[in-house]
């Protein structure tokens, strides 16, 4: 079974600065899908980018990016010029790359916190 | 286009009562996936519906179960509700259908979940 591992439960900085959240995972598969996801306070989740695991090349999402490092399984998210709507929780997840999985298996989160 | 929308949003009841919760897709969106939350075991996958037949299910007593109407709505159902059965139940909706061996991503929208709380 695949596990996902968030090691930060919480994690603050300064506004306008850069954060990097960090995400571990075990799996014995070779195709899959890694996610971040933001859960602000109003508890709607939002998909915040994705890497296909069979793709090299880090994922970018304007001020979002990851370091994805496949051998390592280790899947990092950082936020750069951090503004204060990015306060909320982050989830990592993970989804097998099979014919209809849709099961997506979560870290338990990172609390972001934006100091103004 | 209407995203996902779960009803009700807030719900109380007692321990041994039973509950039902709806989750209407995002329109021709043919997967309903349904995941509990709860501060202690965060984030955990119960079961996932495509074309009215349960695909996934996850690990879960028998007491939550769910179905899928033939306009891709779907219910969950808890009987016997237990005190740690109070959390935040999420659905999610995405188009994903059959594949035929290419890769084909469909992105899973969540909806505001429903908050059960049993006393």
């Known amino acids: 079974a695949q596990t996902v591992t968030q090691s930060q439960p919480e994690m603050s900085v300064q506004e306008a600065e850069t954060v990097t959240l960090s995400c571990t995972y075990d799996t014995s598969e070779s195709d899959y899908y890694l996610f971040w996801y933001k859960q602000p306070p109003s508890r709607q989740m939002i998909l915040v980018i994705r890497q296909e695991a069979y793709k090299q090349q880090n994922a970018t999402e304007n001020r979002f990016s990851v370091n994805f490092q496949k051998a390592a399984k280790s899947f990092s998210l950082k936020i750069s010029d951090s503004q204060l709507g990015d306060a909320a929780m982050y989830f990592c997840?993970?989804?097998?790359?099979?014919?209809?999985?849709?099961?997506?298996?979560f870290g338990q989160g990172t609390r972001l916190t934006i100091n103004p | 286009k209407a995203g996902v929308t779960q009803t009700p949003r807030y719900l109380i009841k007692t321990r041994g009562q039973q509950v039902t919760l709806s989750c209407s897709p995002i329109?021709?969106?043919?997967?309903v996936s349904w995941y509990q939350q709860t501060p202690g075991q965060g984030l955990q996958f119960l079961f996932e519906y495509f074309s009215e037949t349960q695909r996934n299910k996850g690990n879960f007593p028998g007491r939550f179960s769910g179905r899928q109407f033939s306009n891709s709505r779907s219910e969950m159902n808890v009987s016997t509700l237990e005190l740690g059965d109070s959390a935040l139940y999420l659905c999610a909706s995405s188009l994903d259908g059959l594949r035929t061996g290419t890769k084909l991503y469909n992105e899973q929208f969540f909806g505001p979940g429903t908050r059960l709380t049993v006393l």
């Open positions: 997840a993970y989804r097998s790359d099979g014919e209809g999985a849709q099961k997506l298996v």
């Open positions: 329109s021709g969106h043919r997967s």
